[in-house]
């Protein structure tokens, strides 16, 4: 099992792959991007995905909004900049929550954005605290999904919102199917992934009500082929790496492995990427 410190770790080590490959500054992004049929550029599907979700559970200024797994922030400044709305953000990376807080500060967004170190499935805030529950691509690293699902349902208020969007592997995986999702996996510090009947099944016992399950692969797929032409590149900055340091950087090389194996067991419709809405009753 991924403890918290090593989650957090993670995301540290390979921040400069993200920055490198991703357009971390810039984009503030450490998800897929969304495309659609007004997408013209990597950038602008980066960001498409908070306007998607932001209209699909209509968040509007008068909100309360949980990012539950807000990396260096970059969706909640979106939203508070974009829609208006408060928003919380939190993550268990001390290094990306400072990053945030900075950013902040320079957008001028503080009087709207908070950022701190919290676990999303124990947190101490407030029953009732929020209107909406967001994550993107962040209840994947959840060893426990259903902690995090009974957790969002008592920070929401009645009425209130949860939405999200992750990978869901298929059901029944055996042999190399089952070991390439694994590896995959492991190399986001994600101990595994669920699948869609599971979480849909934890949604209901939590308390959920009307839930909505979008599949959306089509359209982070050219995100997916992205990330896989990364792949070569960072097998060469590996290799640079190995020369000036010395030994190798393990979980940077996980972290490039996974740019192939992401795809080739998308390839193989091995797993979706869903958008998943709910309400608490």
Request: with cysteine; proline share 1%.
């Amino acid at each position: 099992m991924f403890s918290k410190k090593d989650i957090a770790r993670y995301y540290d080590l390979s921040e400069s792959q993200y920055r490198f490959f991703w357009n971390l500054d810039k984009s503030r992004s450490l998800h897929y991007g969304y495309w659609d049929a007004s997408t013209k550029n990597f950038h602008q599907a980066l960001l498409n995905i908070n306007r998607i979700l932001s209209k699909k559970i209509k968040i509007t200024a008068t909100d309360s909004v949980l990012d539950a797994g807000c990396g260096i922030g970059g969706s909640s400044l979106w939203l508070a900049k974009n829609i208006g709305c408060k928003v919380s953000g939190i993550s268990v990376s001390q290094k990306q929550i400072n990053t945030a807080n900075a950013l902040a500060i320079k957008e001028g967004l503080q009087p709207l954005v908070t950022f701190e170190v919290k676990d999303f499935t124990n947190t101490n805030f407030s029953d009732n605290s929020f209107d909406v529950v967001w994550a993107i691509e962040s209840v994947c690293h959840a060893g426990d999904k259903s902690a995090f699902l009974k957790e969002a349902y008592r920070l929401l208020k009645n009425g209130g919102r949860l939405i999200l969007a992750d990978f869901f592997k298929k059901e029944n995986l055996q042999g190399n199917d089952a070991l390439q999702i694994q590896q995959w996996a492991h190399g986001w510090a994600v101990e595994d992934f669920s699948t869609k009947k599971e979480f849909e099944k934890y949604l209901y016992q939590a308390g959920f009500s009307k839930v909505d399950i979008e599949d959306a692969t089509a359209a982070i797929l050219p995100s997916a082929k992205k990330l896989y032409r990364s792949y070569f590149p960072g097998i060469i900055l590996g290799f640079l790496y190995r020369l000036a340091n010395g030994k190798p950087a393990e979980t940077g090389k996980k972290n490039i492995d996974t740019a192939c194996l992401q795809y080739k067991t998308l390839q193989k419709n091995l797993w979706r990427y869903l958008i998943i809405s709910a309400e608490k009753k």
